[in-house]
């Protein structure tokens, strides 16, 4: 039985096609692991916060040396971590936006970036702390990106498959809806990018 964490960070709703296609990695992995527990976390929802000064100041003093207005300031990250490490199982959405991810995909990266928690430093170099998860990403474009011209300006799956790899996820695997603004190839786009779902 896994533990699955669910991140949504498209701001299109119930017509994001990223969603779409994470509900679709979820319902196989569900299949492979019956008895899965799911945990469902919409970025846009909850309004993330981007980092501020004072929070990005508490990341850097212990535990015992921090005050309760500070212990506040840091309380959604702390969140943001704890959920990360209970999960087995991250299925992340994110939609190609102006080549990159959505803003608040990226703020939940730097809330969960964590210098002595989820990385640290070693005599050869930086050391992940997250490890042992499965990482799926559903990501879904209006080009295509995956190959051909486009595929210098996808700053998403090699942003990805790098930062968390930096942070001890190397085990991730890629899902593309993509070409869903291109005649002729966007009809079958959906189909194409659920049939390609393998989950290990």
Known sequence: ??????????????DSYSIKLGHAIVEKVQNKYPGSTLEELNLVDIEIPHLSPAV???FFIP????????KEAIRFSDEMVKQLMAADIIVIGAPLIN???????????DHITRAGITFGYAENGPVGKVTGKKIYVAMS??????????????FVAPYLKAFLGFLGMTDLSVFRAEGLKVPG?????????????IVD
Do not use: C
Request: hydrophobic content about 35%; charged content about 25%.
């Open 56 to 58: 990005l100041r508490t």
């Open 141 to 154: 474009s209006g080009g295509v990106y995956s190959q051909g011209p486009g595929k210098a300006n996808d």
């Open 63 to 70: 535990g015992d040396q921090l005050t309760e207005e500070e």
């Open 99 to 109: 080549f990159t991810i959505p803003t608040v995909l990226k703020a939940w990266i």
């Open 1 to 14: 039985m896994k533990h699955i964490l669910h991140l949504k960070s498209s701001i299109q709703g119930k």
């Open 185 to 197: 190839v966007k009809e079958q786009a959906m189909e194409k990018a659920i049939d390609s779902i």
